[in-house]
T-cell receptor, first 110, second 113 residues
Framework: EDQVTQSPEALRLQEGESSSLNCSYTVSGLRGLFWYRQDPGKGPEFLFTLYSAGEEKEKERLKATLTKKESFLHITAPKPEDSATYLC???????????FGAGTRLTVKP | GAVVSQHPSRVICKSGTSVKIECRSLDFQATTMFWYRQFPKQSLMLMATSNEGSKATYEQGVEKDKFLINHASLTLSTLTVTSAHPEDSSFYICSGMVNTEAFFGQGTRLTVV
């Protein structure tokens, strides 16, 4: 069964304090791994798609990496506006739907 | 990125009534849309896959007679919560696919009183 586990559940950082969020997954053939940002009361906002181990993508202060078993979302010198819940999801080869992790709730204090 | 518009953003209804939620793809055609449900501080749970011109595919444990899905055109899917009860109160979100990427609507906060 496809599974996605995110850790930590919650993370509190000081502004400028870099850290990483983890997404461990098991899937019967990975079509893609996705990272989303979700603000309270809103739908998820697309950040990255990773397709194969070794792939990396960057966007502003965020960098996503992928291995065969997990993905990391690295956040460098975060700002308070980066506070949100970050969701990881996987999509298997045999269908188009996505399985989400429970998310990491990130709070960045000024 | 592609835009998915979901309406209404919030709705309060009385127990026993039905509520319809609309999901529109504004700048792409979506032969498939997905409906999710999210409880507070929990992740998105896939409810059903909506297929244009055919029946929706429901996940295990989701009552298809209670959550009616209609996908009559390539840009519109609707979810109707029938005979709503307080336990149906939740955040409902739809998404459409562009190539391999999913784009989400803003979500609908349903409160059944």
């Amino acid at each position: 069964e496809d599974q996605v586990t995110q850790s930590p559940e919650a993370l509190r950082l000081q502004e400028g304090e870099s850290s990483s969020l983890n997404c461990s997954y098991t899937v019967s053939g990975l079509r893609g791994l996705f990272w989303y940002r979700q603000d309270p009361g809103k739908g998820p906002e697309f950040l990255f798609t990773l397709y194969s181990a070794g792939e990396e993508k960057e966007k502003e202060r965020l960098k996503a990496t992928l291995t065969k078993k997990e993905s990391f979302l690295h956040i460098t010198a975060p700002k308070p506006e980066d506070s949100a819940t970050y969701l990881c999801a996987v999509s298997p080869y045999n269908n188009n739907d996505m399985r989400f992790g429970a998310g990491t709730r990130l709070t960045v204090k000024p | 990125g592609a835009v998915v518009s979901q309406h209404p953003s919030r709705v309060i209804c009385k127990s026993g009534t039905s509520v319809k939620i609309e999901c529109r793809s504004l700048d792409f055609q979506a032969t498939t849309m997905f409906w999710y449900r999210q409880f507070p501080k929990q992740s998105l749970m896939l409810m059903a896959t909506s297929n244009e011109g055919s029946k929706a595919t429901y996940e295990q444990g989701v009552e298809k007679d209670k959550f009616l899905i209609n996908h009559a055109s390539l840009t519109l899917s609707t979810l109707t919560v029938t005979s709503a009860h307080p336990e149906d109160s939740s955040f409902y979100i739809c998404s459409g696919m562009v190539n391999t990427e999913a784009f989400f609507g803003q979500g609908t906060r349903l409160t059944v009183v």
